[in-house]
């Protein structure tokens, strides 16, 4: 099987990688199963309550002066920083907060989220990325960059972005990959969009970055990258990256972490789902009783669906960051040229109702101990596709198309059969079971070892996107 998926895609874009068969870093790569497709479960009928209607004129009343926390607080004192300051904003805001705002401060907070002060990936961390699963998959992105920046016509110097780098692997992977193509690694600049301190640090390290200017201690700074001598430079957002270049911008996994704004059908019609604190201090679910500022985002999305398409669902979730990032993204193309490589888990449609938790590489509840688990949501690709389009008249947008495909055309076949030539037979295990996360569908048929850790194929539930500047045709490979 494994043999037939091998030769069952032929390659465009191979003959990069096609002199290169060396193996760097095969320990990065486990073989737990990825995760289950079962959805977590939020019993409606009995977690959401619905919120009185306000009465029109309200009083308001100064009340900051009423927190005044004794020893005797009846705050549970095992909250964590982060629970109490969740509760901290409810109480004081006098009202339940978005579930966007929730996510945002679970996954974000510049103190307490959960990326910002450690290492969430791999096997010992809490779930894991296909960067993590295999060298190939940095590689195969390079190889897809590389002909974009041929298509581009071998600009003499490029912005290499990417959004969420995580560990850093996947732009570790793509330099080694590239690194007999002194052409495309010299023109490079590459700018590394994280808002972490702690995994900035990390990409730092995995790009084995010597620092330009000695006397300063933070990170944030210039440096160069001795995989390949590329300056590298980080970002806390994609506006901060130089604007003036040709831009080629990678974003893996990146989408799917910006917050949504969840709403469902009610008699009244769509009510945002909100996050409040119940007497005895635990977060739960209610409806707002009134439209919030971000139906506007809502009324925006279902203009670009067909009718029956929302006609369908009782929930739906609107992601206004992920709109306003593609439209700054797609100005930016526009007007500088290059592309964005978008690849992620999601819908080419109005997603309904897909955020989800997960600690320690198991689902849980979105609401338990907030900033100890992830909190991901699908990824509304059509939504992409139309903020992009109406960003600029000069970019194009390709795709989806599923990872297995785009991995495939790109030759990721022939760099594992290349691989495998020179491995010992660890990392050809290794490399197998690498291989099938990557491109597979469903669980691994030739895996021996034991049931719980099959490997499961993420390569029909990732799919790839990519928005490009007319002028570069259409990108390898989205024909
Ligand atoms: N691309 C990596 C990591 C994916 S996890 C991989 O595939 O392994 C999401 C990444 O985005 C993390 O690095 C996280 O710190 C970063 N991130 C999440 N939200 C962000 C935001 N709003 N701004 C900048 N970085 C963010």
Not at 11 to 35: D, G, H
Not at 46 to 68: A, C, H, M, V
Not at 387 to 404: F, K, L, N, R
């Amino acid at each position: 099987m494994l043999r037939k998926l091998l030769f069952q895609q032929t390659p465009k874009a191979y003959r990069f990688l096609s002199t290169q068969s060396t193996l760097p870093s095969l320990n990065k790569c486990s073989v737990f199963s990825y995760c289950s497709s079962s959805q977590p479960e939020i019993p409606l009928s009995n977690s959401i309550e619905q919120l009185q209607d306000q009465p029109k004129s309200t009083i308001s009343i100064d009340r900051s002066g009423l927190y005044n926390p004794s020893e005797h607080s009846h705050e549970p004192s095992s909250d964590s920083e982060l629970v109490k300051h969740l509760k901290g904003i409810i109480k004081f805001r006098g009202g339940p907060i978005s579930v966007a705002e929730y996510m945002e401060e679970v996954l974000t907070n510049p103190k307490a989220g959960f990326y910002i002060n450690r290492d969430v990936f791999g096997a010992e961390g809490d779930f894991i990325t296909s960067p993590e699963v295999s060298q190939m998959f940095g590689e195969m992105v390079g190889v897809w960059a590389m002909c974009l920046w041929e298509q581009m016509g071998q600009p003499k110097r490029v912005n290499l972005v990417e959004l969420g780098p995580g560990r850093g692997t996947l732009m570790a992977d793509l330099l080694h990959g590239a690194s007999k193509f002194k052409n495309f690694t010299e023109s490079l600049h590459i700018h590394m969009v994280e808002c972490s301190p702690a995994l900035q640090k990390l990409q730092h390290r995995s790009l084995k970055c010597v620092d330009e200017d000695s006397t300063s201690e933070d990170v944030d700074k210039r440096s160069r990258s001795t995989l390949s001598g590329t300056p590298v430079s980080w970002h806390a957002t994609l506006e901060q990256v130089p604007t003036g270049l040709p831009t080629i911008i990678i974003a893996h996994e990146f989408y799917d972490a910006l917050p949504v704004h969840q709403f469902q059908r009610g008699f009244r019609g769509w009510c945002e789902k909100m996050i409040d604190v119940t007497d005895d201090s635990l977060f739960h679910f209610v409806l707002s009783p009134q439209p919030t500022p971000a139906t506007l985002y809502l009324m925006k999305r279902c203009k670009w669906a067909v009718p029956e398409e929302v006609e369908k669902l009782n929930q739906i979730e609107v992601c206004p960051k992920a709109m306003d990032l593609t439209y700054t993204l797609a100005k930016r193309i526009g007007v500088d040229g290059g592309g964005a490589l978008i690849i992620d888990y999601g819908l080419n449609g109005v997603v309904s109702d897909s955020l989800q938790a997960i600690r320690k590489h198991k689902f849980v509840n979105i609401l338990d101990n907030p900033g100890s688990a992830d909190l991901s949501a699908y990824v509304d690709f059509a939504s992409i596709k139309h903020s992009a389009e109406e960003a600029s008249d000069d970019v194009s947008v390709h795709g989806p198309i599923t990872q297995s495909q785009f991995l495939g055309s790109l030759g990721i076949n022939f760099r594992v059969e290349a691989l495998l030539q020179n491995s010992t037979d660890e990392q050809a295990e290794s490399l197998r079971s690498g291989y099938w996360r990557l491109v597979g569908d469903g669980e691994a048929p030739f895996w021996e070892g034991p049931e719980e850790q099959v490997p499961i194929g993420m390569g029909t539930r990732y799919t790839a996107m990519a928005i490009v500047n007319k002028k570069q045709g259409i990108p390898i490979p989205f024909e």
